[in-house]
Every structure is written in C-alpha cells, then in structure tokens.
C-alpha cells in the first residue's frame, strides 16, 4: 500500500499511525519453509521470514514514532489500539516515546506501560515501573490503577492454587510492595483465607477430640489416644501451612484425663460379655440429707460423717446381656433390648447370680455395695439433691425418671454419668444394696465401712426408678423391699472388693 503525501491526499498522521499498524498485524508465515517471498531466485524459509518481518516490524515502528502525535493522550490511545490488536511491540515503542518526554501524561504512560508488561507476563519489569508510578505521583489517578493492575496479577496467577499457596503468593506481594497502596487489602485477604482455613481445621481438630473424648467414656483408651494423635497432626499442619495455632492445651488435658481415667477402670469378661469396674477412691461423705432438702424422708436422718475404704463398682447396672452371659437366662420384663438393666430379679436371685459369677471368675470379691458405698459412690463429691445439682429442670440430661421414661427400662449409659464415671445412678431402676432396711439405720452407723445388718426383714434398694417422681430419685432418698419379691423397677450394680 501506497500513502500519499499531505499535499496530494487529505490523510491525518494519526490515520496514517493507525493503518500502519493494522498492516502490521499481518501474520507471518508459520510454516517450516514458503515459497513466497522469493529474494534472489530462491525460497526463503522460515527463519528468513521471520527475520524479514522483525525488520519490517522494525521499520514501522520506527516510521510509528517518526509521525507520532504531539498531543500524548492521542499517542497513548494509539499505544492501546495496538495493544488491543496484538502488537506489544509498537505499543511498547510508544509508550516509552511518550515517557521521554517528561510531560503530565507521564501517570498514565505508566500505568499503561504496566499493563502491557503484564500482559506478556514481565512482571519483574511491571513493578519496576509501578514503583516508578506510586512514588513519583502517588496522588494520581493512575498510581492507584497501576498499583491494583499489579495486585490482581498477583491474584489471578494464585487462581485455584491451594490455600497455603495463596497465602505464600500475598505474602510475596506484601514484601514486594511494603506499605504499598494495597497493602491493607492484601492483608485483610490473607486473614480472610486464615479464618477460612481455620474454620476448616478446628472443625477437623474438635471432631477429633469429640471422638477422644467419647473413647474416654467409654474406657477405650487406644482409640482415644488416635484421636488425639490425630487432632495433634491436624494442629501441627494447620501451624506448618497456614500459622493458624489451634487449642493444644485442649489435647494435653484429654491424655491427662484419658491416663489417670484409665487407672481408674478395669475391664472385666465372663462368657464373652465384657463390663467395666471404676475403681471408687477411699474418703469421707457426710450420708444422709440436711432437715430442710427439699422432698426429704425422716429415714434420711441424722446426716453423719462415713469414711469408706476404697472398692471398685460397675460403672452401669447389670445388663440383661451380662445376665444371660451368666446365668443362662433373662426374667426381665423388657426383654427385646440387651443393654437395658436385667430387672425383676429379687434380692434372693441377686445373691445366686453373684455367686456364680465369682465362681466363674475363680474369687469371691463380687458382691452387692452398702448402702454407705452407693450413696458415696453415687454423690461423686457432691452434696445436693442430685448428683447433677439442685434443680430438677437438669434431671433429663442425667437421668430416666416419670417425666421422660415413656412407662418404661431404657438402655444403660444414654445419660450423663455423675462425676466418677458411675451412670444411671439417679433414675432408671432401683438398685438391690447389702444393708438390711431399718429406719433408725443411720443412728447405729459405725463411723467407717458401715454395714447395717440387723434385725428386719427388708433390703434397701437405691437410687429411684422410671416410674417415680424427681423427688424419689435424689442421692440420699432409701427405698426398701422385701428380698424375695421381683418388679420391673428393681435390678442391681455390682462391687468389687478392692
């Protein structure tokens, strides 16, 4: 193509700019060798071409900038149109002429001048040129562009890379670009992607103690001390990854628990059905209930000082699985649920069952608790109505009684356990002890391990059941049957002899 000069054809110098860089955004040929161009009689092949059109490239340009425009903003809207074609190269060539001439339109260059870098990925050249742009006009309009064109290259680069390493991409911004423009925006990012992260991690890390902790309960003291590993990995990463700290005092207080929890239960077998012991410490309670406890029974008096040596009593009443295991039968009258406490067995048939299953387990340390011992073992330090406090509004968590049993036995340990450990000592059903009733029992206590075995022909049986109101299920509340009868409402928990 052929352009007129001024004189002969009415052609502005930015038409001129303009068409010349349309004719460069001819490609050039991107085969291994063509037969067209043809210099000299023969073919020229691919790296002739191409070196042909570096030098063609060239010479635009040069004629570019020999007709730029004087006014810089019409350059710099030149530079964009080639930009916007593919022609970094003309663009660039541009740009920089405008830079040279130390004008107002000096921002905008470089702000433009970043873009374009960007574009062909020099980012090392893009923040030279950013620096350049916020420190010598940093109260410019294009400052604030070229510094947010810098950051979103950051942010589109990082696209769905994992958290820690977009964490470690602004962070290299933020030590790039130290108290830069967009520095609190970065940061507030980086915290945005912590909270995130964290929020996924102390999900993970409180499951896991969850877990550790319902291993605890249940005596399974490997399991619990997996979980912990775990949640201690789960820290350890989220440290390692992200800085994020987690709660680890939480996971130092669990191995403490589940350790001194695991001195304190022995698991025993007979017949293929296990049942844990926890080992009751020795001390001193005072037994019995203050003369103004609400609901209170005169055969709950006078409140006297007992010392108990320490002995090991089940952590839940004797199961109909734990029966059958041993006597080869089931006299429940809910039957259909293994795990629901064996009732309707007398005192009587108690007394058989113990006696077998010393036999089976070759010693003669199983036995019914004391009255003493049940109350002692069933307050757990306490001294209110209930081992869980003194309002009733809280026996629903701890205990199955008339408001919430449904007429019925439910399984053992679907409750609270009191603070040793000890479940369904509250509620459920009432349970055989030792001692012969006696309303003037308390009178004749002696001072340590007291027995009362005299005259009378009922047994005492603690603790309330399903059936009964909130009232008959308190701590120091006695009960009391005659040994040979069998209810739905009466089973019994087993002690070990220390």
């Given at each position: ?423 369904d000592m509250d509620g459920n059903i009432y349970e055989w002890c030792e001692d012969v009733y006696s309303s003037k029992a308390y009178q004749r206590h002696q001072k340590k391990d007291p027995l009362y075995l005299g005259g009378g022909s009922l047994r005492v049986v603690r603790g309330g059941s399903w059936n009964l109101r909130s009232r008959c299920i308190r701590s120091a509340d006695r009960g009391k049957d005659t040994p040979f009868r069998r209810y739905d409402r009466i089973g019994f928990r087993l002690v070990r002899a220390k």
């Open positions: 193509m052929i352009f007129k000069s001024r004189r002969s054809h009415p052609v502005t110098p930015l038409l001129t700019l303009i068409l010349l860089i349309c004719i460069g955004c001819k490609s050039t040929p991107d085969t291994p060798s063509q037969t067209d161009p043809v210099k000299g009689g023969r073919t020229v092949v691919a790296d002739d071409a191409q070196a042909l059109h570096t030098q063609t490239t060239g010479n635009k340009a040069s004629r570019l900038l020999l007709d730029l425009p004087e006014d810089s903003a019409a350059a710099l809207k030149l530079a964009r149109s080639g930009l916007a074609a593919g022609q970094f190269y003309q663009a660039i060539q541009i740009v920089d002429a405008v830079l040279s001439r130390q004008d107002s339109s000096r921002p905008d260059a470089l702000a433009l001048k970043i873009e374009i870098l960007l574009g062909e990925n020099d980012l090392k050249a893009a923040e030279e040129a950013e620096d350049r742009l916020v420190i010598l006009y940093p109260d410019h309009p294009a400052a604030k562009k070229g510094a947010r064109l810098v950051y979103q290259y950051y942010l589109k680069q990082m696209g769905k890379s994992s958290s820690a390493e977009k964490i470690n991409s602004l962070e290299s911004y933020l030590k790039r670009h130290p108290g830069g423009m967009l520095h609190r925006e970065a940061a507030e990012r980086i915290e945005k992607i912590r909270a995130e992260t964290r929020s996924r991690y102390q999900k993970r890390f409180d499951e896991n103690l969850a877990m550790a902790q319902g291993f605890i309960r249940q005596g399974r003291f490997e399991n619990a001390r997996k979980e912990l590993d775990a949640a201690e990995a789960v820290s350890g990463e989220a440290f390692a990854l992200y800085k994020v700290s987690l709660d680890t005092d939480r996971i130092v207080d669990l191995r403490d628990v589940a350790e001194k929890k695991q001195d304190r239960i022995e698991t025993a077998q007979v017949n293929g059905v296990s049942f844990r012991m926890i080992r009751i410490p020795a001390g001193e309670f005072l037994m019995g209930s203050p003369s103004d406890e609400k609901g209170r029974d005169a055969d709950e008096g006078p409140q006297h000082k007992v010392r108990l040596t320490a002995f090991w009593m089940a952590e839940s009443e004797v199961t109909q699985r734990l029966w059958h295991a041993v006597m080869g039968n089931n006299p429940s009258s809910f039957k259909g649920c293994d795990d629901c406490p064996v009732e309707t067995v007398s005192w009587d048939d108690v007394q058989e069952f113990i006696g077998e299953l010393n036999r089976l387990k070759e010693t003669d340390k199983y036995r019914l608790p004391t009255e003493a011992e049940w109350e002692y073992a069933a307050r757990s330090g306490s001294t209110t109505r209930y081992y869980c406090g003194n309002d009733a509004r809280r026996l629903g968590d701890f205990a199955w009684y008339s408001k919430n049993s449904k007429g019925r036995a439910h399984p053992v340990m679907q409750k609270n356990p009191n603070g040793w450990g000890l479940y």
